[in-house]
Structure formats: C-alpha cells, structure tokens
C-alpha cells in the first residue's frame, strides 16, 4: 500500500509563487523634471523655517574655566543684549571629554544603579573604580562604581539679576520619567558598616545627565 508523502511545494498562489502583479514607472524627463521642482521647494520651505526658527533663538555664554581657580568661588558676568522669553534655559558644556569612549561607557553597574544590591563580581565592568583599591570588600565598595560616577561634574552656579538677587531655578522635570522609575534609583546604604566614609554619591538621574553632559535647568525668570 503506497502512502501519500507529504509535499513542500508551496501552494499555487500568487503570492507564494511570487507572481503578484508589478508596476515599474517609466522615468522621463516630463516626470522628473516636475519632481525635482516640488520636492526641492518642499524642502527649501523646511529650510526656511528651521534657519527661521534657530534665528529666534537668543543665547548668552561665558567661558569661566580660565577665570577662575579650583575649588574656588567666584562672580562671572554676562551681559543680557537681548530679551528672552520665559521659560530660560540654563546649559553648562564640556569640551575635551571624551564621554562616548568604549572603557567609559561601559564603565558602570546597572543593578547598582537601579538601587539593587550587588557583589564584587557584579561590578566587573567597573574595575579599576569598583571599590577602595579594588578589593572585595563591601564596606569599600563605591556607590555608584565606575568611571562616570567618579568623573562627576561638580560645580554649582547661582544667577542673581542687577539687584544682585539670588534667580530662583526649578530643576524638576529634567529627567525622563522612565529614567525615574525603572532605570536609576536611591542606592540603599543598609549595607554598610561605616556611613562616614568618603564614596560617590549621585542622586537619582545624574548619571543620566552626565553622559549627555548637559543639565537643563529652568528658572522661573531672569529679572
């Protein structure tokens, strides 16, 4: 008794024999010449719009690296030439800082961060910044570890107006909301023995602002 083998052929449709229906246009210059036309005007008018939109823009900035010395306190002036809007935005930019490099980026504990407890092994990828002389010791352990915890930006700036009143920032919203909630969290310190030794310590969502290495802050307003 011959029994029917089951086949791989494809069934006999136009879609499984790849036999649908194709269209190809005939490129003539009665066609290309009007298409060329309404694009490039389309896109001239996204140009004109953008330049439009970054010519509105009013920005002031002083460099200070070169006025003032380390770790000290000290006054910058910036003349305001032009009105701005509310809300004003507040930048700071650093150059030569290599943020983007292979060791640095993946310099960091996820889990660390996400405020969960972790071992010595966990942190691998942060070596030589996992702990104090890179030992397996949780009471050395450095919070948050890595290179970009330990590259943190530390400066602080305050705006006062002529009067020389102090401008108030609001620093919320900065921060992505899932960035918030599931990527950084408090790191618990129930762990350790000795709370008064010196580690790095980042808030929730600075890491974040470090790797774009821009904070934007609003303040309410300039005057």
Known sequence: MLRKSSSQKPKNTPFRQQKLKAWQPILTPRIIIPCSFIFGFFFLLIGILLV??????????????????????????????????????????????????????????????RGQSVTYNDMKDCKPKRSRNDKDNPDDFYLPCGLIAASNFNDTFTIKNQASE??????????????????????????????????????????????????????????
């Open 52 to 113: 439009v939109s970054v010519n509105s823009v009013v920005e002031f900035s002083k460099r200070y690296d070169n006025l003032c010395a380390e770790g000290a306190n000290c006054t910058i002036t910036i003349d305001i030439s032009k009105k701005m809007k509310h809300p004003v935005y507040f930048y700071y930019e650093l150059t030569n800082f290599y943020q983007n490099h292979r060791r640095y980026v993946k310099s960091r504990c996820d889990e660390q961060l």
């Open 166 to 223: 102090v401008v108030g920032f609001d620093s919320s919203g900065i921060a992505w909301k899932s960035d918030l909630e599931k990527k950084f969290k408090v790191i618990q310190l129930n762990f350790l023995k000795d709370k008064n030794q010196s580690y790095f310590l980042l808030v929730v969502g600075l890491v974040e602002k470090i790797i774009f290495l821009l904070i934007l802050i609003s303040f309410v307003e300039l005057f």
